[in-house]
């Protein structure tokens, strides 16, 4: 089991440039997480899925999208990035219990 | 709406030492707790979950309880070492929903 994966680790992005965070997992859980992490502030949620073609939004989801069009995958598109945008991104997923993480992405808005 | 407080938000401690880190939540109806351990540039691991119906879950040197009436979570590290070094998170679900509201985090340091 590779757990849950993201691409890219690092990205730097110019203001009003798009992309898209990918994340998967191979556990079949049906719970998917996407969260951004700013130095000491935590984890905020941004949006979140119940399973393939629901998702919902979370605590700060403007300026993203998602969808969830597999059990698989739950991908994070950024579509005009700001320095506001600045941050860790984790995703995660679950059964009804324990979270597991990935590694992270690292993005930088300039 | 949940709301996670951790205190302290940093700890430095000698090696050997036993230490208890806190957590305390709003709503009391909760579903579950978890505990999480985050090394620098890294994901989180998770260390021990809690269900509202347990008091406490053991894993090695590591010790979580929970009380509900009283909102609050501890996690008890037995002999700390350099190793236990890292940024600690609780997360409670609570409400029906399974998504886990997250604290800011106890940044410990264990020094030899």
């Known amino acids: 089991n590779a757990g849950v994966t993201q691409t890219p680790k690092f990205r730097i992005l110019k203001i009003g440039q798009s992309m898209t965070l990918q994340c998967t997992q191979d556990m079949n859980h049906n719970y998917m997480y996407w969260y951004r992490q700013d130095p000491g502030m935590g984890l905020k949620l941004i949006y979140y899925s119940v399973g393939a073609g629901i998702t919902d939004k979370g605590e700060v989801p403007n300026g993203y999208n998602v969808s969830r069009s597999t059990t698989e995958d739950f991908p994070l598109r950024l579509e005009l990035a700001a320095p506001s945008q600045t941050s860790v991104y984790f995703c995660?997923?679950?059964?009804?219990?324990?979270?597991?993480f990935g590694p992270g992405t690292r993005l930088l808005v300039l | 709406k949940q709301e996670v407080t951790q205190i302290p938000a940093a700890l430095s401690v000698p090696e050997g030492e036993n230490l208890v880190l806190n957590c305390s939540f709003t709503?009391?109806?909760?579903?579950?707790l978890q505990w999480f351990r985050q090394d620098p540039g890294k994901g989180l691991t998770s260390l021990l979950l809690i269900q509202s119906s347990q008091r406490e879950q053991t894993s090695g040197r590591l010790n979580a309880s929970l009380d509900k009436s009283s909102g609050r979570s501890t996690l008890y590290i037995a002999a700390s070492q350099p190793g236990d070094s890292a940024t600690y998170l609780c997360?409670?679900?609570?409400?029906?929903?399974?998504?886990?509201?997250f604290g800011r985090g106890t940044s410990l340091i264990v020094h030899p």
């Open positions: 997360a409670g679900a609570s409400g029906g929903s399974y998504i886990p509201t």
């Open positions: 995660a997923s679950s059964g009804q219990e324990t979270q597991y």
């Open positions: 709503d009391s109806a909760i579903y579950n």
